[in-house]
């Protein structure tokens, strides 16, 4: 199915930090992995109601539900679907493994923004920059709360993060540059470095905006700060075929 990127997407890739696969999945791929989703999102956010929050997750506004993939053949064939083999060989080499998995729901009429980070911001690795696919499971919208990206910021290296009340941040969300918004439809993919400072705005619609983010890495992926490797990477493509 080679070559799924266009060189022009690719450009934008190295020059901006990141670009779009529009339309990449269709409804009818997306149903049975929404269906999976949504139940693990459902337990998740049972719990939460009773803690309140749990990491960077709050009750009712926004939800973080990782290694889904790890417990769930469903969604562990879907991350192995063979337009990720192309994209992911296209842009990290021939070797590479699932990194992290998470679905990001966001409820409706919230207050805040999610702030402007790196992903290498929360666990710095080596070697960086890995790669971000945040998957639109229904439309992102500018009022639902969609991703912004700073262009080129992935070439300012990993920055100092320090903690906010919704997450850690990297940069202002009162600076006059607050990038470019990215809305999708459902089924698309924006596609970006690990490096690349993005937020998500306010979802100040009536529904629920609803992702699922997946990070795929070169293989032999190691903690930046203790050498070791990370725990729990699933082999997806070795030589650049699949893994079965
Ligand atoms: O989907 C969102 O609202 C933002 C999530 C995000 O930026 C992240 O998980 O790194």
């Given amino acids: 199915m080679r070559p799924l990127i266009s060189p022009e997407q690719h450009q934008q890739y190295e ?6 696969l529009e339309d990449l ?17 459902a337990l998740h956010e049972a719990r939460l109601q009773q803690t309140g929050t749990e990491g960077i997750s709050r009750a009712g506004e926004i939800a973080f539900t990782a290694h889904i993939a790890r417990n769930d053949p469903t969604v562990l064939a879907f991350c192995r679907r063979p337009e990720f083999i192309a994209i992911t060989t296209q842009l990290l080499g021939p070797d590479v493994d699932l990194y992290w998995d998470q679905t990001v729901f966001k409820g409706p009429e919230g207050q805040h923004q999610f702030p402007w980070h790196q992903d290498d ?13 945040w998957l639109a499971l229904n439309d992102a919208t500018v009022e639902n709360g969609c ?22 941040t990297c940069y202002p969300l009162d600076a006059p540059d607050q990038g470019v918004p990215v ?15 993005h937020k998500s705005g306010t979802n100040r619609s009536s529904g629920m905006r609803k992702a699922y983010i997946i990070q795929y890495a070169q293989a032999g992926l190691r903690s930046a700060l203790t050498g070791e490797l990370i725990p729990g990477t699933i082999p997806i493509a070795r030589g650049g075929n699949a893994v079965a």
Wanted: charged share 10%; net charge positive; proline share 12%.
């Fill in 15 to 20: 020059e901006r930090g990141f670009f779009v």
């Fill in 25 to 41: 999945f269709t409804a009818t791929d997306l149903e049975p992995l929404l269906a999976v989703l949504e139940k693990h999102h």
């Fill in 121 to 133: 911001g929360y666990t710095p690795v080596t070697p960086s920059p890995y790669l971000t696919l």
């Fill in 147 to 168: 991703v912004w990206v700073l262009p080129g910021s992935h070439r300012l290296g990993l920055l100092p993060h320090k903690p906010g009340p919704t997450g850690l």
């Fill in 183 to 197: 809305p999708v439809r459902a089924g698309s993919v924006v596609v970006f470095q690990s490096l690349t400072v």
